[in-house]
């Protein structure tokens, strides 16, 4: 589409704005449109597009927003709250104008300033607004572009209507079609296409199992993990990647010198004091405020002694030996030497090659129920045509963030043979859960999808 003039004026921008709102062949892209190009006329940082049917269904920048993340269903609560107030015009926003909860968090997900545009996207003239555009940005968008933020989200509104009408399918028109069909009394047993329908009922009743994709990996099966005993750099790595070690085996330590250095004047704060001790013990014979000093000095020499050690002990732990047999799992040795890490940061693993289970992860709108004993098949991405047969240990119920941003739960499940592939290969895991009728296998996910917009 054609870029706006820089200098144009925003009647001119509004016109532009419509023509592309025309030119728009398919909802998203109106969408799109809405929440990326509004900024030609009024500034702004961030843009979300709520609709009263199915929230959040668009915001700037962003490709397919995820409604189950937190900021998404912050912005439905925000949204449904500014669309109750009366006026279907422009008007600026901030967050005085929500409920104390919902304001305290404007602070962290918005900018101070934004702009609230009623979005009339039913053809009744009485009906309220079924949606609404938030813009949000640093500074307070003039009174002056309010009247043309109305007109615009006005003509996006008639966009949208209009290719919704575009739609070719409606309810009505298939209700009139059924209804023209001449009626064949007595004869609808013979009609094959009743036949194929009653064939059709009976094979959705067929129970089979559910079963859901995830994406899957070989991991150890408990594993000690080793981790950093204490705050320092990495000096050296005694082993390599995937070497197979015996338990004491010298693993990796960190850098001993300040630790050393620590010690050395600990043990000269002990020399020191201990021969105080002994000439303050000499002077008390004779003098009686000598002797009043020995024990401060003993209890001095205790301190010192209880630092000693203290720091003994943190030497001899800044080697980190084997806790057991099996082989080291670890990146590159070159990637640690040298790097500076935290008390309890993991360094290494330390795992039996032969004890490899199943960890997948099942995302939010695949889960389904599985007992504890299903049945599990990997097909690793290195070998397709062969699937590692598995039984499902445990379920997480609680989701956790993916790197990828999306949420799934984690499940492990143990291998059915004795010694299985390499760890660290992945894949697709194919969960199986209980019986269900065919019909549902088939129409689960598109009924899932299709109640995210429609309350019954």
Not at 140 to 149: C, E, K, R
Not at 168 to 189: F, I, K, L, T, Y
Request: aromatic share 8%; net charge positive.
């Amino acid at each position: 589409m054609p870029e706006a003039p820089e200098a144009a004026s925003p009647a001119v921008l509004l016109l532009e704005l419509g023509h592309r709102a025309r030119l728009a062949a398919s909802l998203p892209e109106l969408e799109f449109l809405l929440v990326n190009d509004t900024r030609l006329l009024a500034p702004y940082r961030q843009a979300a597009l709520w609709r009263e049917a199915g929230g959040v269904a668009a915001l700037s920048g962003v490709v397919q927003p995820d409604r189950n993340a937190p900021y998404a269903q912050w912005l439905a609560r925000a949204c449904a709250h500014l669309a109750r107030a009366d006026g279907d015009t422009a008007r600026a926003v901030s967050a005085a104008d929500l409920p104390d909860e919902l304001g305290a968090q404007w602070r962290e997900w918005l900018p101070p300033q934004g702009v609230w545009l009623p979005l009339r996207m039913l053809e009744e003239p009485d009906a309220r607004p079924a949606g609404g555009l938030l813009l949000a940005g640093a500074d307070p968008v003039a009174p002056t572009l309010l009247p043309l933020l109305t007109e615009w989200s006005r003509i996006w509104c008639h966009a949208w209507r209009a290719l919704q009408r575009a739609r070719p399918w409606s309810w009505d028109a298939w209700r009139n079609r059924a209804r023209s069909r001449p009626a064949a009394a007595g004869r609808g047993w013979r009609r094959p296409g009743l036949w194929a329908a009653c064939a059709l009922l009976a094979a959705g009743a067929i129970p089979v199992r559910l079963s859901v994709l995830a994406p899957g990996e070989l991991v150890a099966a408990q594993p000690a993990v080793l981790r950093a005993p204490l705050d320092g750099v990495v000096a050296q790595i005694h082993v390599q990647p995937n070497q197979i070690v015996k338990q004491g085996q010298p693993l990796f330590s960190l850098d001993e010198a300040q630790i050393a250095s620590r010690l050395q004047v600990a043990q000269q704060a002990l020399s020191t004091a201990e021969a105080e001790y002994r000439q303050f013990a000499q002077m008390a014979l004779g003098d009686p405020r000598s002797k009043a000093q020995l024990a401060a000095l003993a209890g001095k020499i205790g301190e010192r002694r209880a630092e000693q050690a203290f720091l003994a002990e943190q030497l001899g732990r800044a080697s980190v030996t084997a806790p057991r047999d099996g082989m080291v799992l670890f990146d590159s040795p070159s990637e640690w030497i040298g790097k500076p890490v935290q008390t309890g940061e993991r360094v290494m693993r330390v795992a039996d090659p032969d004890a490899v289970e199943i960890e997948a992860w099942v995302p939010v709108g695949d889960a389904i129920p599985l007992a504890e004993g299903a049945p599990l098949r990997l097909y690793l991405a290195a070998d397709p045509l062969t699937a590692v047969q598995g039984r499902v240990r445990y379920m997480a119920y609680d989701a956790v963030a993916r790197p990828d941003g999306s949420y799934a739960y984690r499940l492990r499940a143990s291998l059915d043979q004795a010694q299985g592939p390499r760890i660290g290969l992945k894949g697709t895991a194919k969960l199986q859960g209980e019986r269900v009728p065919l019909a549902y296998w088939i129409l689960r996910k598109p009924w899932a999808a299709i109640r995210q917009f429609v309350a019954l």
